[in-house]
Each structure stands twice: as structure tokens, then as C-alpha cells.
């Protein structure tokens, strides 16, 4: 048994906490808690200095939380519990979750817990799949893991969100300072990095759309017919019936809208009476634009030079 007092991480201050456990714990002068935050104006206040926070400092933090396998305090509880059992009890048990298996299987080098801190790996460029890795584990073993387990799964979680997705970025101001040409050519890189063949249409007799996007595969062909309005007010009702208009008489699988603001109440409607016509508003393209790169912002020149690489002769027409 160890014979470092242990400390209420309770009565302490955020900074006192973090000046404890990022410290190596074999380095550490005490015990104490580390795997999730143990007070709510612990975590509200980490949360609030979210960007201040060095991303080495995020990583301990995470890791920390984070399931790293091996095992946990309430295993030895667990096993014995197993083992009162009977033989048939038990196998019910491990055909029931496979944590129980090899909690009764154990032996050498093997554990219980699997890991998940492996999602550390998947940030800074994909925190909604971070986020719902965790997720799925939480929901695979809500009904084993202690308290203070589940904490840090959610606290972690709340941690790579207010990191990584919904820090505060200039979208519309960015987005207004481009030129309708360039916002097309920025809606068009975002289609390209998704997997489509794209097409800027010339500045004189678009046919009702800005960008062509098609994607094909052995089920299916998509043809989008993708117009973009940079737009600072609200797109309204009459645009949306216009883009509808287009695709009476356009080979085209759907329509798409893309706002550098957002839809007003009778636009959405409308939009989904059709259901051949897809809305994306800021929030939206925010969203998208955040799976090529999280800080997109500052890379949208960078973006748009690519597009006008690409399309040069068609954009001198």
C-alpha cells in the first residue's frame, strides 16, 4: 500500500489540482484524484479558459479521463461477485457482456477494460468522431463503469467540443469579406474534398446554379446543382422556389442552397415540402468546412487559390 497521503482534490483550487496531476503519477507527492474534474466549478472554470490551455495540457487532461485499459477498482468487486456463481450463472453473464468475459477469463498481461484513449490521436482535425467514439463506449459500458468513470467520459467530451468545435471563429465576417466568385470557389473546394467531381459555371449563364457536383458510384449517380448566395441577410422563400425552378427543366438530382447566413421559417418549409432541394446555412457550413480543418478560417485564401488553379481557363471566359 502506498504510503503518500492522499488529497480532497475537492478543496483545492483549479490551478492546485492541475499543478497535482500533470505531474507523472509516480512523481507525484500525493494521491489524488485525476480521472475526471470532482467539483462542477472545477470543470465550468477549465472550460471557460479552454483556449488559453496548451494542447500538450489538453492531452494529459484527456488522457487522464479517457479509459487507457488495464484495469479499474471495481474489478476485484466485480470478480468476485462472478465467481459466487454458478458455473451456468457465469456463462449467462459472459454471453451477456463481453467485459465479464474477460474479467473471468484474466490471466497474464491480459485486463478487463479496453482501451479508448487511442481517440486522442483523432484530434485536433476530427472531434465529432472523437466525440462519438466516446460516446459509444459511454453506451457499451454505462451499466459497469463507476461514477467517476463515467464522469470523465462526459468531461471529456465536453472538453474536445468546447476545444475543438465550437470555439468562436469569424465565419461570417470571413465569409463576406470574399467575393461572390471566391465563396463559389470555396463551396466548390469543400464539394471537391468531399468525394465529387465539381465544375465552376462561367460568370455569364450559369442555368440557375453556381457549382455542378457529381459523384458516382455502383448504386448510385448524384448530379447537384449547388447555388451559393453570400448573402448577410436572410435567404427567403422566393429564392428557394427559384432554385426549385431550375430543376424542372435540369437534369439534376437535387438542389443544393449554401447561405453565408441562414433561411428564413417559409424557406425551410418550403424546402422541405420538396425534398429535392438541401439547405445549408452558415451553422452548416461551418460544420463541413471544420472536417477538412478545424481553423479553415485562416486557410480560406489557400482554399480558393486551389479552385482558381484548377479552373483558370473557365474562370477567364
Request: a neutral charge.
Amino acid at each position: 500500500m502506498s504510503k503518500k497521503p492522499f488529497v480532497n482534490a475537492q478543496e483545492l483550487t483549479l490551478d492546485e489540482w492541475l499543478k497535482l496531476v500533470l505531474v507523472p503519477e509516480q512523481m507525484r507527492p500525493c494521491l489524488i484524484e485525476d480521472s475526471y474534474f470532482v467539483t462542477d466549478q472545477h470543470l465550468d472554470e477549465y472550460i471557460n479558459s479552454i483556449h488559453d490551455r496548451d494542447e500538450n495540457e489538453i492531452q494529459i487532461i484527456l488522457n487522464n479521463f479517457l479509459i487507457s485499459g488495464g484495469h479499474l477498482g471495481v474489478d476485484k468487486t466485480m470478480r468476485s461477485w462472478l465467481l459466487s456463481m454458478t458455473l451456468i450463472e457465469r456463462e449467462k453473464k459472459k454471453a451477456q457482456h463481453s467485459y465479464f468475459k474477460r474479467l473471468l477469463d484474466i490471466s497474464g498481461s491480459s485486463s478487463p477494460w479496453q482501451g479508448l484513449s487511442w481517440v486522442i490521436d483523432l484530434l485536433p482535425h476530427f472531434p465529432q468522431e472523437a466525440i462519438s467514439s466516446i460516446d459509444a463506449y459511454f453506451l457499451a459500458h454505462c451499466q459497469l463503469l463507476p461514477d467517476g468513470r463515467l464522469d470523465g467520459l462526459s468531461d471529456a467530451s465536453k472538453i474536445i467540443r468546447s476545444r475543438y468545435l465550437e470555439h468562436e471563429l469569424p465565419v461570417k465576417n470571413v465569409l463576406l469579406n470574399l467575393t461572390p466568385r471566391d465563396f463559389e470557389l470555396l463551396i466548390a473546394y469543400l464539394y471537391k474534398s468531399k468525394g465529387y467531381n465539381v465544375v465552376v459555371t462561367p460568370r455569364v449563364s450559369d442555368g440557375g446554379y453556381d457549382v455542378l457536383a457529381e459523384r458516382e458510384n455502383n448504386r448510385e449517380s448524384e448530379r447537384l446543382h449547388i447555388e451559393c448566395k453570400r448573402y448577410e441577410e436572410n435567404i427567403g422563400v422566393i429564392i428557394v422556389r427559384g432554385v426549385l425552378g431550375t430543376l424542372v427543366v435540369k437534369n439534376a438530382t437535387k438542389a443544393v442552397i449554401v447561405a453565408s447566413s441562414f433561411f428564413t421559417k417559409p424557406a425551410t418549409i418550403e424546402a422541405k415540402k420538396s425534398k429535392r432541394i438541401e439547405l445549408i446555412n452558415l451553422d452548416d457550413l461551418d460544420r463541413d468546412m471544420r472536417k477538412i480543418d478545424v481553423n479553415w478560417t485562416s486557410k480560406v485564401n489557400e482554399y480558393v487559390m486551389k479552385m482558381k488553379s484548377s479552373y483558370n481557363k473557365l474562370l477567364n471566359e
